[in-house]
């Protein structure tokens, strides 16, 4: 099939990619001249495992391609995806600003029936609003051409995201028409081949269910801190509660991990766009305003032990850091928990040395400029480079080289061994056998 991405960021790349090597001839639309020329070059913008070798092979066999126009890349295709950034609004709402102005784009040039798929994650309702904008575009030039406005949200997981989509666990496709549905399901029918993966239902089911699913695990993560937090308070291990809860089929081990907060682009976005849904239909949404609000407390807990521990001042103290992206697998660091931590450190007087595998260029282009002047941030080159001579470390990603660190080198490096833990990758007790004051996420202290 000939394929249109409108929208080059994360999920359109990766979604163009894969279909371009099941076989679809793929044009990708971005309006970054740079980006397109760039990859156009094979040169990838994002870091995400196992995607630049598949770009480059489909750009090398020509079914892949990239353009800056849209009515170029409008020529033969069937099925146009809209899969540009929705980001938020002052009130937390989704802005679809850039959703509709393609949609408008779509409706100048399309000329015979197609399919148009919204992917981006968009509020209930957006598909309708999409097609009449199509409509008002195709009733100025007077035309009469049908096409059909389908919801396909994306489920990816960054840093996993070409698997997610070769393998998905559902492909959700919400359509109103047959004739739709039949070249939607065509189209995905390599991916579920040994077993039928598409879970078929109306278009604003479809918009929901994108938003509920991201909801559904924040809150489960969100429950999982507040609990944490209570096992602190009660001298209980919160790990073998997580064990103990998870082996009932029922709630499951995914998401129930407690830790320093979720961040990223997509559940902090996404819980507030719902939020901000319920509110428009005068509704109150009790679990969601939890939810976030836990979150945005959650982010807060490293420093709460730290403060505990050292007290309010930490002049002319130095924190060694592990871990900027917002989890481990990516450079994002959008919404990261540390980048709480590193404000509330350096405003309390505190440097601070700082090591990720994969996110240092991007913190030296999104941290405040004057952290590096001033010497309060340095990052370092390596992970044991963010421990020398200082008094405490706190791990706030869980990359895997974190997770068996050589502990002696570690503690000749550190001038006193206190670790804060914030993603529970230690022993406590082996901690302390190997001579460290150990800080976890709700394991008693
Ligand atoms: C999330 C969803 O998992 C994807 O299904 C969805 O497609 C995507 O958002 C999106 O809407 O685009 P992602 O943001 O890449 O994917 O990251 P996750 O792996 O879901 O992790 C989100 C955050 O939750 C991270 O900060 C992670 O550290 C945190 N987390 C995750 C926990 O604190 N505890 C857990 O048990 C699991």
Redesign the pocket.
């Known amino acids: 099939m000939n394929l249109t991405i409108i929208g080059s960021g994360y999920?359109g790349l990766v979604t163009g990619t894969c279909f371009a090597e099941m076989g679809n001839h793929v044009t990708c639309v971005d309006l970054d001249e740079k980006k397109i020329a760039d990859l156009n070059q094979g040169r990838i913008p994002i870091y995400e495992p196992g995607l630049e070798p598949v770009i480059l092979s489909n750009l090398a066999d020509g079914r892949l391609r990239f353009t800056t126009s849209l009515a170029e890349a409008m020529t033969d295709s069937q099925v146009y995806f809209i899969a540009v950034g929705t980001p938020p609004g002052e009130d937390g709402s989704a802005d679809l600003r850039h959703v509709l102005a393609v949609a408008r784009e779509i409706g100048r040039c399309l000329d015979k029936y197609a399919v148009i798929v919204d992917k981006s994650?968009v509020p209930v309702g957006t598909a309708e609003k999409v097609a009449a904008v199509i409509q008002d575009e195709l009733d100025k030039r007077s035309v009469d051409i049908a096409f059909d406005v389908v919801s396909n949200p994306?489920?990816?997981?960054?840093?996993a995201a070409v698997d997610d989509f070769m393998k998905p666990d559902r492909i959700v496709i919400g359509c109103n028409s047959d004739q739709a549905r039949d070249i939607m399901c065509n189209l995905y029918a390599d991916f579920c081949r040994n077993h039928n993966r598409m879970v078929m239902m109306g278009v604003r089911e479809a918009e929901m269910t994108?938003y509920a699913?991201?909801a559904m695990?924040a809150t489960?993560?969100s429950f999982?801190n507040e609990i944490a937090g209570l096992c602190d308070a009660l001298q209980v291990d919160v790990e073998k509660v997580r064990l103990g809860i998870g082996s009932d089929s029922r709630i499951g081990f995914?998401?129930?991990?407690?830790?320093c907060?979720?961040?990223?682009?997509?559940?902090p976005k996404?819980v507030n766009a719902l939020i901000s849904m319920a509110e428009e239909n005068d509704l109150e949404p009790m679990i969601l305003n939890a939810v976030h609000q836990r979150n945005a407390d959650q982010k807060n807990v490293l420093f709460r032990k730290i403060v505990a521990r050292f007290g309010s001042d930490l002049s002319g103290m130095t924190f060694g850091l592990w871990g900027l992206a917002?989890?481990p697998g990516?450079d994002d660091m959008r919404e990261a928990p540390s980048v709480v931590l590193l404000r509330q450190l350096i405003d309390s007087g505190a440097k601070v040395k700082a090591y990720d595998p994969e996110a240092m260029d991007v913190a030296m282009q999104e941290l405040p400029k004057d952290w590096f002047e001033k010497g309060a941030l340095v990052l370092c080159q390596h992970q044991y480079d963010a421990l020398d001579d200082v008094d405490a470390l706190a791990l706030v990603t869980e990359w895997k080289p974190f997770r068996h660190p050589d502990f002696k080198v570690m503690s000749s490096l550190m001038s006193q061994a206190v670790v804060f833990d914030g993603r529970n990758q230690y022993d406590p007790k082996e901690m302390k056998s190997e001579g460290f004051e150990y800080w976890g996420i709700g394991r008693c202290g």
Not at 154 to 159: D, I, R, S, T, V
Not at 254 to 259: M, Q, T
Not at 261 to 267: D, L, M, V
């Open positions: 999920v994650t994306e489920f990816l997981k960054e840093g994108k699913a991201n695990l489960k993560i999982m995914p998401f129930i991990y407690p830790g907060g979720y961040g990223g682009s997509c559940f996404d917002f989890k990516t």
